[in-house]
C-alpha cells in the first residue's frame, strides 16, 4: 500500500481531548483510553469513525457510557471500526491488553533494563491503543500512570505533575500528568521505572522557573552532568537566537539502552539513546561530547520546531526535521568554532546525503509517496532539509530570516503546518516569490555545477560562465533548474584583497543562480584572479571548477573564506587520490605541491586553529572518493590509493607532525570544551600521520599513548591506529581494551567498531566471533549497529569483499534482526545504497544478496520497501 502527499483529506473527526489510565505490568498493561471525539467539520459528513490500531487487543469498548454491542463495531489488530457513529460530540471509552516486554520492536509501549518507556513516533502510539494516529488530529492528554512501586518508583508523563499516591491495598502507586498543548499522538509518552536523576531551575526569560531533570540508569548520575549543562545551554540560546521560551513547569530527559534512534522529542518528556546522555572524561570521547550537546539542543528546540507548530502529515517530516536540525547546526556553531562545524556538517552531509541522492533510495526532501514512513527519517530529509533553510537565509538575510521566522511561529503556533505555511512566511515578511526556490523540496538528486572563469586583461574584467544540472533520479527522469545560491569573492594570487564588483552579486557576496546557465562579469579586476566560490558550502551541490591545483593551493593559502581553504585542500587530495585510483596519469610534482603545502600550512597555522588544522590534515575518506569516482568502483585500489597519499603527505611532513605531537601533549585534567578538544583531535591526526610514514614509529607511540592516556578520547584514538596496523600489539590492546571495560556497554560499542573497521580479510572472522561476545545482543540497536552497521558503513574493502562474503554476511543479519526489530533491519540494509557505482563483479554479488533478501516471503513492510527500491529496474 503507497501513501501520497496527493490524497491528503483531513481527518473525519478530532479527538480534543485524551484520557488515559495506564496499569503498567510486565506483560499484561491495561490501558483504557477515553476519548472525547466529535465529527471533523472539514471531514466527510457520513464517514465511519476507523481508528488505528497495530498488534492489539481490544478489551472493552462502550459508547457515551454505554457497551458497544458486537453488531456495532468491528475490531481487529490493525483497526477498530465504528460503521454509524454519531454526528455530534461524543466520548469513546477503549481499553486494550499489551505486553511491553514481548515488544522488540521499540515502538509503542516496550521495556528497557527493566523500565517502561514508549517511542511513538511516526506511529508507535496506535500499538498502546486504538487512535486517530496521525499528526493532524491534535488533542490535550491528561495520564494516569499506575505501577508496582518496587518496579516503578519514578512515573513520568508529558505536561505537569498534577497528583500522586498510592492505590489503597496494594503495593501499587500512580502519578497524573496533564499537558496543556494540544499535540499529535505521535508526541505522547510515558516513563516508569528506577531511575536516578540530576536536576536544577531554569528561570525563563520571562521569569517563569522550569525543573530541568535528566534520568539515568541508577549510579551513572555522574555521568548526566554534562547533558543537563547542555540543556540549560539550548534553551538560554533558543531564547536569544530565535525568542522562544520554554512553556511547562518541568522538562524532563530519560535515557535508555534500547532505542531505534537517537532521541525524540516528546512533549516535556524527551526519551534518549543513553550513547547521546552517558558521558564522562573515562567513557566518552570529544566526538561523543559534541553528539550529545547537538542532539540534546535538537530535541530541546522540537519544543517550537515541531510541537508547538507540528507537521500536517508525514510528508512534511522535513519541516520539523530540516528546520531543527539547522537550529541545532546554529547552536553548536555558536557554542563552538562555526567555521570548523560548518566543515562537519558538510563531511556529514557528503558522507551520507550525497551517496542516498545517488543511489536508488533517492528521494525528494518532502517525499511524494511512501510505502513505510520509518524509512525516510533519511539524511536527505534531515540533513539536505536543513541546508534548505540554510539556503533561505544566505538568500533573505538575518534579519528578514529572523522576522520570517517569527511569523511562521506566531502564525501557526497550536496547528499541523506544510512547507507552504513555512515559506508563505517568509514570502510575507520579503515580498519576494519564493515559487522557484520551493523547487528544492520537490526534486531529488544533487545538481551539478560547472563554472569556468575568463580574464580579460585589456578590459579588467573576470567573466565567470556557471551551468548546473541535476541527474534523473526514482520517479524524476527529467530535471529543472534550481535556485542556487552562490556566495563567491576574488582572491588575488598573491593574497590581497581584489577591488572587482558585480551587480549582480549582493552586497553579502552572494549570486542568484537560478537557470540551467549564466554569466557573471566582475569588472575593476586588476590581476587575474583565483575565484572562490560556493563560500561556506552555500549550496548542497557538487562543483567541477575549471581551477588548476596550483590556483587551489593559491586558495588554501589565502582565502579569507575558511570552509573554502579547507574545501581547496580537499580538491587538491581528491583529484590525487582519484587519479591513483583508477590508474590516471596525474603529475608526480603535485603530489609534492599537496605535501608541501599542507606541510607549510600545519607550520604556520596549525596553533591558530588546531581543531581547523586537524581538518586540513585528514584527506577525503574512501567513500567519498567512491562517490566522486561514481562508477565501476574498486574499493581495493582507492583504499591503496588513500594509503599511498597519505604516506607522501606524512613523509614531507613528518618533522612538522611530530613537533606538534609532542608540543600538544594533554597537561591538564580533561575538559570536553571545543579548544581543548581540538588540540586533543590535531595531535590525534598528527600520530594517526606518523603511522602512515612509519608503522613501527606509529606502533611504539600509539602502544605510549593508549597505556598513559587520561581521558576516552586520546585512548581510544590510539586503539584506532593500532587496529590499522596488524601485530601482537595490536591484538594486545584490543584484549586490555576489551576487559577494561567488559562492563560498559557503549564503550565496548567503540571497541566493536574499531573492529568492524579493520580492512583485512579476516575481518569478518572477528565479527562473527564478537557476535558471541556476551556483551553483544542481536536485539539491542546499538550492539548492532556498532558492530555489523559498522562493518556496513565503515569497512568499503571488507563489505564490498569481491567474493561477496561480506553482502552475503550483512543480509543475513538483516534477515535475523527483521522478525525482532523491522526499523533496525531497514536501517542496515541501507548500506546497500551504493551497490550500483561498484564495478561489474562486486555489483552482481550485491544484487544476489539484495535478491535474496527480497524472495523472502515474511519480510516486514520496512524490510520490503528498502529491498525493493534498492533493486529497482535491476
Ligand atoms: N523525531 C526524532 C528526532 O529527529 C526522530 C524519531 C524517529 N523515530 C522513528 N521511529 N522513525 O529527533
Ligand atoms: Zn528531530
Partial sequence: HIVRLKDYRPSDFLIDRVELDVRLDPRATRVTATLSLRPNPKGRPDAPLVLDGDELVLKGLSLDGRALPAGEFEAGPQALTISQPPRQPFTLTVETEIDPTANTKLMGLYRSGGNYCTQCEADGFRRITYFLDRPDVLSVYTTRIEADRDEAPVLLGNGNPVERGAVAGTNRHYAVWHDPYPKPSYLFALVGGRLGHVGKTFVTMSGRPVRLKVYVEPGKEDRAGYALDALERSMRWDEKVFGREYDLDEFNIVAVSDFNMGAME???????????????????????????????????????????????????????????????????????????????????????????????????????????????????????????????????????????????????????????????????????????FARWYAQAGTPRVTVG???????????????????????????????????????????????????????????????????????????????????????????????????????????????????????????????????????????????????????????????????????????????????DVDPDAIHRARRELRRIVATVCRDALADIYDRFAETGPYSPDAASAGRRALRNVCLDLLAAADAGLGERMASAQFEAASNMTDRLAALGVLTTLPGAAREDALAAFGERYAGEPLVLDKWFTLQASIQEDGTLQRIRSLMEHPAFSIGNPNRVRSLVGSFAMLNPTQFNRPDGQGYDFVADVVLRVDPLNPQVAARLLTAFATWRIMEEGRRNRACEALRRIAENASLSRDVADIVHRSLEDA
Avoid at 510528508?315 to 541545532?328: A, I, P
Avoid at 552531509?349 to 517525499?367: G, K
Avoid at 517568509?426 to 515580498?431: H, L, Y
Avoid at 526514482?474 to 551587480?503: C, F, H, W, Y
Wanted: with cysteine.
Fill in 266 to 436: 516528546n512533549k516535556g518528556l524527551n526519551i534518549f539513546n543513553d550513547k547521546y546522555v552517558l558521558a564522562s572524561p573515562e567513557t566518552a570521547t570529544d566526538a561523543d561530547y559534541a553528539n550529545i550537546e547537538a542532539i540534546i539542543a535538537h530535541e530541546y528546540f522540537h519544543n517550537w520546531s515541531g510541537n508547538r507548530v507540528t507537521c500536517r502529515d508525514w510528508f512534511q517530516l522535513c519541516l520539523k526535521e530540516g528546520l531543527t536540525v539547522f537550529r541545532d547546526q546554529e547552536f553548536s556553531s555558536d557554542e563552538r568554532s562555526r567555521p570548523v562545524h560548518r566543515i562537519a556538517e558538510v563531511k556529514t552531509l557528503r558522507a551520507r546525503q550525497f551517496p542516498e541522492d545517488a543511489s536508488p533510495l533517492a528521494h525528494p526532501v518532502r517525499p511524494q509517496q511512501y510505502r513505510e514512513i520509518n524509512n525516510f527519517y533519511t539524511a536527505t530529509v534531515y540533513e539536505k532539509g536543513a541546508e534548505i533553510v540554510r539556503m533561505l537565509k544566505t538568500l533573505i538575510g538575518d534579519e528578514d530570516f529572523r522576522r520570517g521566522m517569527d511569523l511562521y511561529f506566531e502564525r501557526c503556533d497550536g496547528t499541523a503546518a506544510t512547507v507552504e505555511d513555512f515559506l508563505d512566511a517568509f514570502a510575507t515578511v520579503t515580498g519576494r516569490d519564493l515559487g522557484h
Fill in 453 to 631: 572563469g575568463t580574464y580579460d586583461a585589456a578590459a579588467q574584467t573576470y567573466r565567470l560562465d556557471f551551468a548546473q544540472s541535476t541527474p534523473p533520479t526514482p520517479g524524476q527522469p527529467q530535471k529543472e533548474p534550481m535556485a542556487i545560491p552562490v556566495r563567491l569573492g576574488l582572491v588575488a594570487r598573491d593574497g590581497t584583497a581584489l577591488p572587482a564588483r558585480s551587480e549582480r552579486v549582493s552586497p553579502q557576496g552572494v549570486f542568484l543562480f537560478d537557470k540551467a546557465q549564466d554569466s557573471l562579469v566582475f569588472t575593476g579586476v586588476t590581476s587575474p584572479p583565483v575565484p572562490s566560490l560556493f563560500r561556506d558550502f552555500s549550496a548542497p551541490v557538487r562543483t567541477s571548477l575549471d581551477l588548476t591545483d596550483e590556483d587551489l593551493l593559491v586558495l588554501l593559502r589565502h582565502d579569507t573564506d575558511a570552509f573554502n581553504r579547507w574545501q581547496a585542500g580537499q580538491t587538491v587530495a581528491m583529484r590525487l587520490l582519484v587519479a591513483l585510483a583508477t590508474g590516471a596519469a596525474a603529475p608526480d610534482g603535485n603530489f609534492d605541491a599537496l605535501a608541501q603545502a599542507l606541510r607549510d600550512f600545519v607550520i604556520r597555522d596549525a596553533e591558530r586553529d588546531p581543531a581547523f588544522a586537524a581538518l586540513v590534515l585528514t584527506l577525503p575518506g574512501e567513500s567519498d572518493v567512491a562517490q566522486e569516482i561514481g562508477a
